[in-house]
């Protein structure tokens, strides 16, 4: 992933100027972090997990711009002609393959030569016939939420902190191949970042040990890789896509596992409507929570940063669940 060091022509600068001062600050070959963004490496991140990765790791030496606006879906994005621009001028370029079908094509046709794609730094799984049964009808047309079609592979790797680790140390060693001068501070950040995501994770791990009830359901199937680390069963309304509707039947059979299995909460997420998650709750005589994928942080959002809202979401589970 060598990131090549432009010289840039007059025109492309006057470009890149317009678009974003971030956009033009990593085309200076002084790969130092100078003040008013001169020299810092450029990085486009496509949505909120991975911008987050980028800021903490990269600190001072990187200028990071997302592709997606807190707030927005980031399954529904189209990149912009602005946004492409941009991306044509940056160093590195993160991103999660299968999410953001739009994204995926932009950075395939860009120039970028540190193209990261998180997917690649961990391994992904299939949650979709663990969760109710209700991938099954789902997998057949798979694309239509930005999956690679066919695999129902689950995208939703950055709420296992223990996964997002290890996608952290990845884009930590992308950013150290991008900008060797600064290699030493970004082996730094990553390693107190990863220290942060160990102490997630053992929080997590004790505070859902012991609960009196294993399962929650969700409004969509963001929490597979979640459930799995901390033995949850999770059960989710609508599948992988948060827009679809769920069945007459999968509504009754919410209902009769809720009583079955002791559940308290229907959880819903701040971007998707809650519209179906409180019907439900109303009929089966449930509460409603948020339970956050973390897709963007809004002024909604139970946290200023990835860290807050997920122990926002440790509270909430623990509440459900009947933690003891």
Known sequence: MNVRRRHISA??????????LGSLSACSSDSSAADGGGGKLDVVASFYPLQF?????????VSVNTLTEPGQEPHDLEI???????????????????????????????????????????????????????????????????????SGLDPHIWLDPVKYAEVAEGV???????????????????????????????????????????????????FGY?????????????????????????VKDLEKMAKADGVSTVFYETLVSDKTAKTIAADADLRTDVLDPIEGITEKSRGDDYIQVMDANLKALQTALGAK
Do not use: C, M, W
């Open 172 to 222: 930590g060693k992308a950013f150290e191949k991008a900008d060797p001068d600064n290699a030493a501070t970004y082996k730094k950040n990553t390693a107190a970042l990863v220290k942060k995501l160990d102490g997630l994770d053992t929080r997590f791990e004790d505070g859902l040990k012991n609960t009196e009830t294993k399962v929650f359901i969700t409004t969509h199937a963001a």
């Open 11 to 20: 025109g492309v600068i006057a470009t890149a100027t317009a678009l974003a």
């Open 226 to 250: 979640l459930a799995e680390r901390y033995g949850l069963t999770e059960e989710a309304i609508n599948g992988l896509d948060p827009e679809s509707e769920p069945s007459a039947n999968r």
């Open 53 to 61: 990765l980028a800021e903490e790791i990269g600190g001072s030496h």
């Open 80 to 150: 912009s002609a602005k946004q492409t621009a941009q991306l044509q001028e940056s160093d590195v370029a993160l991103y999660l393959k299968g999410l953001q079908p739009s994204v995926d094509e932009a950075i395939g046709q860009s120039e970028v030569k540190a193209k990261v794609d998180a997917a690649t730094l961990t391994s992904l799984e299939k949650h979709g016939n663990e969760v109710g049964g209700h991938a099954a009808e789902h997998d057949e047309d798979e694309d239509e939420h930005g999956h690679e079609e066919g």
